[in-house]
C-alpha cells in the first residue's frame, strides 16, 4: 500500500480528506501448519495473494455511515468508531464470490477500513485494527496480502489461543509473517469456482474448526511441517511452479484429514472430483481446495495458462456442475489506495 509519513506519525485529521478507491485482490488458502494442540504453535496458515477476483470500493468523507451494501456498511461503522470519525460514504463497486474460498470477508472488511481512513486522511493501520473488525484470527494470510501480496507463511498463535471458544473480536492480534516470498511473474493460479453452496463460515467455521483441533492428530502435522520445510519454502524461493504446486497439493491433502469429519471427504463435495480430475492433467502442476471451498485452484504457468483452463472446464463437466474457470496471475503487491477519479 501507498506510504504516507504524515499518517504513520499521528491519526490526527489530515485537510487532505476526499474520496478515494480501494482495490485489493482474492488470496488463495492452501492449509494450516498445525492444528494439534499437542505442539507449541497453532495454525501457520499458507497462502497467496491473487490479482483477480478483485474487490473495488469508492468511499468518500460523510456526516454518518451510507451504504447500499449490508457488509460494509457494518465494517464501515466499526471503521468509524475505530478512527473516531463521523461518517463515510461506501459504494462496492465489485465484490468477490462470498464465502467461496477467496478471502471475500477480509478483503471486504479491511478496504472498509482503508477506505474510510484515507478519505478522513488517516492511517488505516490495517494490522493493527483488523482484529477489531473479526478479521485475522486464526489465518494471517488475507491481511499479510492485503498489506503487501505474495506467497506467505504466517507463524500462527500459541497453542491455547482458539481452541475452545472463539475469542471476542479485538482480543487476538493478527499472526506475525514468518516468510514471504515474491510469486514469479509466469506463475498462474487455475480457479474452478462450481456453483456449489458456499463454505462455512462465522459461528458454523468455528465450531468445525474446534471440533477438528480438539481431535487432530500429531502426527499429520508433522508431515505438514515437513511438506513446507523440505519442500514448499525451496520451491518458491527457488521459482520451481512444478515443484510448488506438489507441495502445495500435498498440504492440502493432508488438511483434508483433519477435516474429513467436518466437510465429509478429504475436500467437500463436490470438489473432490474437481480436484482429481485437474491434477491429472499435466498443465496443472497441483490441485486443491481453498479454505472451506468449493474453490478448486491449479498451479500452472503462462505457457500452459490456456490448457490449464480447459482442464478445469473438462473437470467441470465430468463432475456434472456448472460453474466458472479463471486463470489468473499472481499479486505481489498490496491494496492499491489512490484518489477516485473524478
Do not use: K
Request: hydrophobic share 40%; aromatic share 4%; net charge negative.
Amino acid at each position: 500500500m501507498p506510504d504516507d509519513t504524515h499518517d504513520r506519525r499521528s491519526d490526527a485529521p489530515s485537510p487532505s480528506a476526499s474520496t478515494v478507491t480501494v482495490e485489493s485482490g482474492a488470496r488463495l488458502h492452501f492449509g494450516f501448519g498445525n492444528l494439534s494442540l499437542a505442539h507449541e504453535r497453532l495454525y501457520g496458515a499458507v497462502g497467496v495473494g491473487l490479482d483477480a477476483p478483485r474487490v473495488r470500493l469508492r468511499v468518500a468523507p460523510a456526516d454518518a455511515v451510507e451504504s447500499d451494501h449490508d457488509a460494509a456498511r457494518e465494517y464501515a461503522a466499526r471503521a468509524c468508531d475505530l478512527l473516531d470519525v463521523d461518517g463515510a460514504r461506501v459504494a462496492v463497486e465489485s465484490e468477490l464470490p462470498r464465502h467461496m474460498g477467496l478471502g471475500s470477508g477480509t478483503q471486504l472488511a479491511l478496504a472498509t477500513l482503508a477506505g474510510v481512513a484515507r478519505a478522513h486522511g488517516r492511517d488505516p493501520r490495517v494490522r493493527e485494527r483488523a482484529p477489531a473488525l473479526g478479521r485475522g484470527g486464526r489465518s494471517g494470510i488475507g491481511v499479510a496480502t492485503f498489506e503487501a501480496g505474495g506467497f506467505v507463511l504466517d507463524a500462527g498463535h500459541p497453542t491455547g489461543r482458539f481452541t475452545t471458544d472463539r475469542p471476542a473480536d479485538g482480543d487476538w492480534t493478527v499472526p506475525a509473517v514468518a516468510a514471504r516470498h515474491r510469486v514469479p511473474d509466469d506463475w498462474r493460479f487455475l480457479l474452478v469456482i462450481p456453483e456449489a453452496d458456499p463454505g462455512r463460515a462465522g459461528d458454523a467455521e468455528d465450531s468445525a474448526i474446534r471440533r477438528a483441533v480438539e481431535d487432530a492428530d500429531p502426527a499429520v502435522a508433522d508431515r505438514v511441517a515437513g511438506a513446507i520445510q523440505r519442500r514448499l519454502l525451496p520451491a518458491v524461493a527457488e521459482g520451481s511452479a512444478e515443484r510448488f504446486g506438489a507441495a502445495v497439493e500435498e498440504i492440502g491433502r493432508l488438511n483434508g484429514a483433519w477435516f474429513a469429519d467436518e466437510q465429509g471427504g478429504v475436500y467437500r463435495p463436490p470438489v473432490g472430483d474437481i480436484v482429481a480430475e485437474v491434477g491429472d492433467d499435466p498443465a496443472v502442476y497441483g490441485a486443491g481446495q481453498s479454505s472451506w471451498g468449493p474453490v478448486v485452484y491449479g498451479v500452472t504457468d503462462a505457457d500452459r495458462a490456456e490448457t490449464a483452463r480447459e482442464a478445469g472446464e473438462d473437470a467441470l463437466a465430468a463432475a456434472g456442475v456448472a460453474g466458472d474457470v479463471r486463470v489468473v496471475r499472481p499479486r505481489n503487491s498490496g491494496a492499491d489506495i489512490r484518489p477516485a477519479e473524478e
